[in-house]
């Protein structure tokens, strides 16, 4: 067991959180529900001559450089001999919702993120079992007997960790990140591996000689939110392996959308609203991932010099099909005047969701400085 030095006035149990990643989840359902698409590359998504984007690639395909959110038809000129699939949201959410049910065997601070993606909360379990690792191992080994499909676990103190964890193994593995080791994990890590920090931002870090954790953590907070605005304190909470986000059971999405930053501004208009048409894709492939509609449309814009605008448009109906997706923010993007100025951020997203429940969140309670078993 593994003791934490005691508050002066209060006695507190740090957080065991669990971080579960299917692995290349919607290409291995359909491995596993077709054999002869096993060992072979393998992309989940609208073909090439459909305008088609990637939503999920088998680590087969991966090593072509293959990845979700990829143009099909720049999947396919990688691999001539890529197979491709079209998504079946039914199934997947069929196969999430028991993956969802074996989580519930142990705790009910179940956050999912995405079909393929959940948080749990196992400080204190249904099973009272002592260490949250073995919660992990029981987990991933009840998801491959029942469905025959690998996941992937990380387990620490918070969900920065958690999820920095999942993703140090993969596929089928388990990562722990012991409290006494967050900060040196935290400071060794290459700033483009951080979660939450994407290849753009990560471009302006290295500029500003930031490459490491340790180099982001020697950026005081007024630094930090003067280059990077609100997300500057998310930064420099992480650069210190603190993340007091709670796993939040029940949480319903109040939007659903995508957004594209690019590694090199764009000039051209043509260019624009083809990027736009690939976000519009994955927004459609989100909204039914989730089976579920959207009313009101928002189309962001982010200049070169970070000016960013939004112009958004409420619909009568819900929508959740590509063409009105797309043809809604073809719209808006044309009715701005860009002054000749060259964009480096696109996005899109649907709000007025037309889902029913009611937002729970589940704080947990939280004392400072206790015992914990990993």
């Known amino acids: 067991m593994l003791e934490l030095p005691l508050g002066q006035e209060s006695v507190a ?21 077709n054999p002869s ?20 690639a088998s680590y087969e395909a991966r090593k072509f450089g293959i990845h979700s959110a990829m143009p099909s038809i720049t999947a396919f000129a990688k691999c001539p001999g890529l197979i491709f699939v079209r998504p079946r949201f039914d199934v997947y959410r069929k196969v999430s919702s028991a993956i969802h049910a074996i989580f519930k065997r142990y705790t009910n601070l179940v956050e999912g993120v995405a079909l393929d993606e959940a948080y749990l909360d196992v400080t204190e379990n249904k099973q009272n079992i002592p260490y949250a ?13 029942e469905t025959q499909l690998t996941a992937t676990a990380g387990v620490s103190i918070n969900k920065f960790l958690a999820k920095m964890a999942s993703g140090q193994n993969k596929p089928n593995g388990l990562t722990v990140i012991l409290p006494q080791d967050a900060i040196a994990f935290v400071e060794q890590l290459a700033i483009e591996k951080f979660h939450g920090i994407g290849e753009v931002t990560a471009a302006k870090m290295h500029s500003l000689g930031i490459h490491t954790g340790a180099d982001l953590k020697e950026r005081s907070l007024t630094e930090l939110t003067h280059h990077f605005g609100k997300a500057g304190n998310y930064y420099y909470k992480i650069a210190r392996a603190e993340d007091d986000r709670p796993v939040e059971a029940n949480r319903v999405r109040k939007s659903i959308g995508a957004e594209t930053s690019f ?12 990027e736009l048409d690939q976000i519009a894709q994955i927004v459609e492939q989100r909204l039914e991932q989730h089976k579920i509609r959207g009313r009101t449309l928002t189309l962001k814009v982010k200049f070169s010099d970070y000016h960013q605008i939004t112009r958004s448009k409420t619909m009568l109906a819900t929508i959740s099909q590509l063409d009105t997706i797309f043809e809604t923010a073809k719209t808006l993007f044309l009715s701005i005047d860009l002054q000749n100025r ?22 947990l309670p939280l004392f400072q400085n206790a015992g914990i078993i990993f």
Request: proline share 2%.
């Open 263 to 274: 590694a090199q501004d764009l000039n051209d208009i043509g260019q624009m609203l083809q």
């Open 37 to 56: 698409y096993r060992g072979k590359p393998l992309v989940v998504g609208g073909s090439p001559n459909q305008r088609g984007v990637v939503a999920a």
């Open 133 to 145: 690792s073995t919660v992990a191992r029981y987990i991933r080994t009840a998801i491959f007997q």
């Open 13 to 33: 149990r740090t957080r065991k959180i669990v971080h579960v990643d299917m692995d290349a989840f919607y290409a291995s359902v359909e491995q596993r529900d």
């Open 342 to 363: 060259s964009i480096r951020l696109l996005g899109i997203s649907l709000s007025n969701l037309n889902n029913a429940k009611q937002t729970q969140v589940i704080q």
